[in-house]
Every structure is written in structure tokens, then in C-alpha cells.
């Protein structure tokens, strides 16, 4: 009896020890952890991509970003030398000294930068320690690709690298949609191109001539031939008033305004037109591939130029900059056909990294409802996004 007793004693006696033991090595593995996490950035910059997934989301989510980091501060700016075309609200990191920034740009007709989901976003950015300009232009802001987008975006980037709280070696640009395609345009500036780091665009094209071939036919490339693609009314939108307001002829600028954009219910005269306007009404009620092509032949050399000026692909040489794209593969507001040209049309520089989702309604996410599909494009975005966020605080060329 006494041998069982002192026999159970040791066992407890041993058991202890163990737990004990069990208990140090715990203790032992998270002071490493967060060692890992202050002392290898790498780690630290992996946690915080974690912890900035739900600011992609909109709603009322838990965001422990929040909890674990202090508050930004915000201002907000008219940039000089934009004539006001371009207003930012400017989110820095609560002691920031010499940080990395993000120029964010919404595109045409975006959520307002005021809105929530936009400030989330932002928000969320600047707690990582980078500082975030949200850029919004006017013109865009009312449904306009104006001329000097590009430009105003140059200027922009300029402006940041004065800012004394800026690290001026570590500035990139992230965008949505055509306020991406800008940005894109704008790093191949050659004023500022050598100076960009990066460019995070999400959904984009390479070449507005195959776009606008892509919104007239209602198809997109792709590996077997042509595929249907009903793009979004707001595309078409944009783009018609695009290509109207290349007109010359105030007169049919107004005529086909009514017509196409407006959509009177009275009947249009083609006599009414000059024959440039004539031309241009037929291009953009044409439908069928040849015809399409017929009629972008009879573009002025002047629509020609203004449609290039806006074509990525095509000044893709001037590139510099780390370029990450990303693109779901139903978005009905650009062919992820158009993102896959891009990709493929980039120098060696850029460094490419392209990332196809089917996760996002446009560029909202949460579209998926199977949650192991849901975890597998998560999975993906946060790779995509880590791979940015260690560009963007230099840890990565």
C-alpha cells in the first residue's frame, strides 16, 4: 500500500515538473514570438497585413488594428499647382518620422472620400505606418476622365515627397479601376518615374482602344476566342462621354450628349451632324467586331492620340516602379482580359505581380458566400497585399 502511495506521490511529484516545464517553454515561445514580431520586420509587417484584412471590408467588422495601435492623425489639403482640381485628406501615423506613403486615387465617380468605407480603408493603412494621402480629383469625382488626371497625379506625388514626415524613397500609389489606369500613366512620367516604388492597381486595362472595342461588342478575349462581357452601365457611360467630348463641334457634342447619354426619347436627325459627328455617332451604336473596327479606322489622327494617352500598355517601357495588379475575373466594370494583356505587356522592371480574384463585386469584396472557396481567396489577397505591404516599407525591391 505504502509502495502505491509513494509510487502516486513521484507520479504527481513528475507531473508537476512536467507541467511546469510545459509552463516555461510556453512563456519562452510567445517572448520569442513577439521578439519575431518587433525584431524581424518582416514578421511584423506579415501581423499587421493580417490585422488590416477586415478594413477591406465594409460594415460594422471587429478590427483589432484599432485596438492595437493608436490613432492616426488626419488634415486635409488642396494640392498646389492641380487649379483645385485635387483634394486630399492626408491620415498619418501617430508619431511618424521619415515614413513610407500611399497615395490612394478612387477613380471616376468613386465613394466620396468622406465616405466610411473609404476611411476605414485609410485608416486602416496608416495604422500599418504608412502615411496615406486619399486623393480626389473634381473632374472624376463628376464622371470625367479630364485630360489632366495624369498630370494633377504627377503633381501629387511631388507634393508628398516634400512632406517633412515622408520618407521620399518609399512612396507608391494604389488604386481602383480608372483612378488606377492614372496611376499607372502617371509612374510612367518620366518626371517622376525613377522616383515611384510601387504601383498597387486594382482592376485596370492595358490599351482604351481594345476597351472601347470591348464595351461596343459586349466581348472580351480570351483563350478560345471572343467571350461574352456585358460591361456595367457607369463603363459605358464614361467612356461615350469620353469619346463625345473629343468632338470638335460643340453642336454635336450637345446632339450626341442627348442622345447617348441622355437618351431623349426624340428621335435623332444624323443631318443634324457635321460628318465628324456622323462618324462618331456610328462608331458608338456599332456592335459587331468588323464594324466596330470599321469605324475606329475613321477616328481623326487627334481621337487617336487622346485614346493612346490613356492606354497603360503603351508607354509600358517608361516603367520603373514595382507594379502589382489585381483583377476579379467577372468584373462587368473593365474585362479582366484587359489586366491580363497588361501583365503580360510589362518590362522585366516592374517586377509584375498579378493576382486574378473571384472574390469581388467590382472592387468590394465579399461576393463569395462557400466558405472554403471564401478562405482560399482570402488567402490570396492577403498574399497579394503582404507582397505590397513589404514594397511599400522598403523590406522588398
Known amino acids: 500500500m505504502r509502495i502505491w502511495i509513494s509510487g502516486g506521490e513521484r507520479t504527481s511529484g513528475s507531473g508537476k515538473m ?33 490585422l488590416l484584412a477586415p478594413h477591406f471590408f ?15 492623425e488626419v488634415g486635409t489639403a488642396v494640392i498646389p499647382g492641380t487649379e483645385g482640381h485635387v483634394v486630399a485628406d492626408v491620415y498619418r501615423p501617430a508619431g511618424c518620422d521619415r515614413c513610407p506613403a500611399m497615395i490612394l486615387f478612387l477613380g471616376v465617380n468613386p465613394l466620396p472620400r468622406s465616405d466610411p468605407q473609404v476611411t476605414t480603408l485609410a485608416e486602416g493603412i496608416a495604422r500599418t505606418g504608412i502615411v496615406t ?18 498630370g494633377d497625379l504627377v503633381t501629387v506625388f511631388q507634393w508628398v515627397e516634400q512632406d517633412g514626415d515622408v520618407d521620399p524613397n518609399h512612396i507608391g500609389f494604389a488604386g481602383f479601376c480608372i483612378g488606377a489606369v492614372l496611376e499607372i500613366l502617371a509612374a510612367e512620367d518620366e518626371r517622376i518615374a525613377d522616383h515611384v516604388a510601387y504601383v498597387n492597381a ?18 472580351q478575349p480570351g483563350p478560345n476566342g471572343a467571350e461574352p462581357w456585358m460591361p456595367s452601365d457607369l463603363t459605358k457611360m464614361v467612356f461615350f462621354r469620353h469619346m463625345i467630348g473629343l468632338l470638335q463641334s460643340e453642336s454635336d457634342r450637345l446632339v450626341l450628349s442627348q442622345a447617348l447619354l441622355e437618351q431623349r426619347a426624340a ?10 459627328g456622323g462618324r462618331m ?58 489586366a491580363r494583356q497588361l501583365a503580360a505587356s510589362l518590362p522585366p522592371a516592374a517586377r509584375v505581380r498579378f493576382t486574378e480574384f473571384e472574390l469581388f463585386s467590382h472592387v468590394v469584396p465579399g461576393r463569395v458566400e462557400h466558405p472554403v472557396k471564401f478562405m482560399g481567396e482570402m488567402v490570396k489577397l492577403l498574399s497579394h497585399i503582404y507582397g505590397v505591404m513589404l514594397v511599400a516599407h522598403g523590406l522588398a525591391d
Not at 58 to 72: D, E, S
Not at 144 to 150: L, T
Not at 209 to 214: F, H, P, Y
Open 18 to 50: 512536467l507541467r511546469v516545464k510545459l509552463l516555461r517553454s510556453l512563456v519562452a515561445l510567445m517572448v520569442l514570438c513577439v521578439l519575431a514580431v518587433w525584431l524581424v520586420p518582416q514578421v511584423r509587417v506579415g501581423l499587421l497585413t493580417v
Open 58 to 72: 465594409p460594415g460594422a467588422l471587429p478590427r483589432p488594428l484599432v485596438w492595437a495601435t493608436p490613432r492616426p
Open 267 to 276: 428621335p435623332l436627325d444624323p443631318a443634324a451632324l457635321s460628318p465628324q
Open 281 to 338: 455617332l456610328a462608331l458608338l451604336r456599332s456592335s459587331s467586331p468588323d464594324e466596330v473596327n470599321r469605324f475606329l479606322a475613321t477616328l481623326p489622327p487627334n481621337d487617336l492620340a487622346a485614346l493612346n494617352s490613356l492606354s497603360p500598355a503603351r508607354r509600358a517601357d517608361r516603367l520603373r516602379a514595382h507594379v502589382f495588379l489585381m483583377h476579379d475575373v467577372d468584373d462587368t466594370y473593365l474585362p479582366v482580359a484587359g
Open 133 to 150: 494621402v486619399v486623393a480626389e480629383a473634381r473632374p472624376l469625382l463628376e464622371g470625367n476622365i479630364h485630360p489632366d488626371a495624369v
Open 202 to 219: 486594382f482592376s485596370v486595362y492595358a490599351d482604351a482602344m481594345d476597351l472601347l472595342r470591348a464595351i461596343l461588342t459586349e466581348s
